[in-house]
């Protein structure tokens, strides 16, 4: 393998490229459809229960070569391009990885995404760029997110991030509020078009979902320490334990600040709002996760505790973050005496209509996670202690579609029944919280609690020199949503700088056209 790609840099500096139409590839194009997919290895259930590392250990060199090779190079628009949100051009990076040119791999990937390591492994590939991809009509995707994740590993941890030009001071400031996918997405763009740039965040620790939301079995926390020690190369500062609208106000920001961003997120767990909820032992998942996968001194001092561990958890919610609670739950029975304990994810609907990725889901078997479907509580039952002891449930059936487009479920009547219950977690979906629009009266909020902006290209609030973008515009979403979001808040932003007219980058394939380059053998 090639130990560092020639003439190649994340600003762009890449081989040029040939027009798909006309690629030279060997007579057997389809045949390589038919090349057998090859998953990564993973820790074993029985192992990886008892720690909180990745739970994929990633590709060697020549298993993803081979992966890589399963691309057959589609006619542009090619559908994996169009099926993933910051558009990265993922037939060029096949075609490097399977040519030995990983670094090059690597660097097309970071032409379009600030954070190809994480969407490598946090994003649902198997509804974007590997749903749509070609190759599924004749066997499985190719394994598109696996080898985003093993390239940009690759030049990671041989040569770090690689380093990107800053433009000639233009004595503009930005304050960035939040520290998550969109944030980091505007604030690195923004500080190589030559603008200072300053993160805020609530939480002692730079990273926000992405370092206090994601736990360490699906993405290291060291991938997000370096990617900010390389933020603070380029000159980006951080201040955090700041709640920005209550400690500092966004009207403060901008006395100090030409431009303030808004990337908070939604943050906000929704409650349940039902009897018993508040007892001793039920948790909203933020709270809990935070406090069973990150090391106290990088929490808030009165998160430094582990939650409560018990012999039979119950996780309510059906969306990734429910998958998170239950296995983290299965590693803290682990490690605390509990290994005999059960642990039930309960849902309203069948698996079929559940939000969060399969992958997840079959992850969280292996792990020896219950799951109950078509049930939903109804009242939460404490002992003379006031602590959770048991959960009434209520079968359900499922109905006509709702507003979702899924099955409404509704109750059946006379088909209660009550589970035992020492901890619960509720994972039941996210809001933006409105601490930021109440402190700023200026700032209009839509009807679904999310800041009101112009558009997607131009994100502009309803105050001069605010921008918004991300989950705290679209509602809760996806990382890399929200980093292209940011990305195109970022351009917005320096338009409004410079007194420009706002453009989207050219790095995306859609909008560029290259010239010629080798084609795969």
Request: include cysteine; aromatic fraction near 6%.
């Amino acid at each position: 393998m090639a130990e560092q790609s020639k003439n190649e840099n994340q600003n762009g500096h890449l081989p040029p490229k040939q027009d798909p139409n006309t690629l030279d590839l060997d007579p057997n194009r389809y045949e390589r459809a038919h090349i057998p997919t090859g998953i990564p290895p993973k820790q074993d259930p029985q192992v990886r229960v008892h720690n909180f590392r990745e739970v994929f250990l990633g590709y060697d060199d020549q298993q993803a070569v081979v992966e890589a090779t399963r691309c057959i190079h589609c006619p542009s628009p090619e559908p994996c391009i169009l099926g993933c949100p910051v558009h990265n051009d993922i037939p060029r990076a096949m075609m490097f990885i399977e040519q030995g040119d990983v670094e090059a791999a690597a660097n097309v990937f970071r032409l379009t995404s600030n954070l190809p390591e994480v969407c490598g492994r946090i994003c649902p590939q198997e509804v974007l760029c590997e749903g749509a991809c070609t190759v599924a009509g004749y066997d499985k995707p190719v394994m598109i997110g696996k080898l985003e994740a093993y390239c940009t590993d690759y030049q990671r941890n041989r040569s770090g991030f690689p380093g990107r030009a800053v433009e000639p001071a233009t004595g503009k400031r930005v304050a960035v509020v939040g520290a998550g996918p969109a944030s980091i997405a505007v604030a690195e763009e923004l500080r190589v078009m030559g603008h200072e740039v300053v993160i805020y965040d609530a939480w002692p620790e730079p990273g926000g979902l992405l370092v206090y939301g994601i736990p360490g079995f699906k993405l290291s926390k060291d991938i997000i320490a370096k990617k900010f020690d390389q933020l603070e190369s380029l000159g980006i500062g951080f201040v955090g334990d700041t709640l920005v609208g209550q400690d500092v106000t966004v009207d403060d920001l901008l006395e100090e600040f030409d431009a303030v961003f808004l990337g908070v997120g939604a943050t906000i767990g929704n409650r349940a709002k039902l009897p018993g909820e508040d007892l001793k032992g039920i948790y909203q998942a933020t709270e809990f996760l935070v406090r069973g996968n990150l090391r106290p001194e990088i929490l808030p001092k009165d998160m430094r505790s582990l939650p409560e561990i018990g012999k039979h958890i119950a996780v309510i919610g059906g969306g990734d973050t429910s998958m998170d609670c239950v296995r983290t739950s299965r590693r803290l029975q682990a490690q605390h005496g509990f290994a005999d304990g059960t642990i039930t994810d309960y849902y309203r609907r069948t698996e079929h209509e559940m939000p969060g990725r399969a992958e997840e889901r079959m992850h969280g078997r292996q792990e020896g996670v219950r799951f109950e479907f078509l049930v939903s509580p109804v009242r939460f039952i404490g002992d003379e202690n006031g602590h959770v002891r048991k959960i009434e449930m209520e079968r359900m059936r499922l109905g006509a579609p709702d507003a979702s487009g899924r099955p409404r479920p509704e109750p059946i009547e006379g088909a209660n029944y009550q589970v035992d219950a020492d901890v619960v977690v509720l994972a039941l979906g996210y809001k933006p919280d409105p601490m930021i629009a109440k402190a700023t009266p200026n700032i209009k909020m839509t009807r679904w609690g999310t800041f009101q902006v112009e558009n997607e290209d131009n994100p502009d609030t309803t105050e001069a020199g605010v921008y918004a973008a991300g989950d705290d515009v679209r509602g809760a979403d996806l990382v890399v949503t929200a980093i292209a979001a940011g990305r195109k808040a970022a351009y917005a932003i320096n338009a409004w700088l410079l007194g420009h007219s706002a453009k989207t980058g050219p790095e995306s394939p859609l909008e560029t056209s290259t010239p010629e380059v080798a084609a795969p053998h």
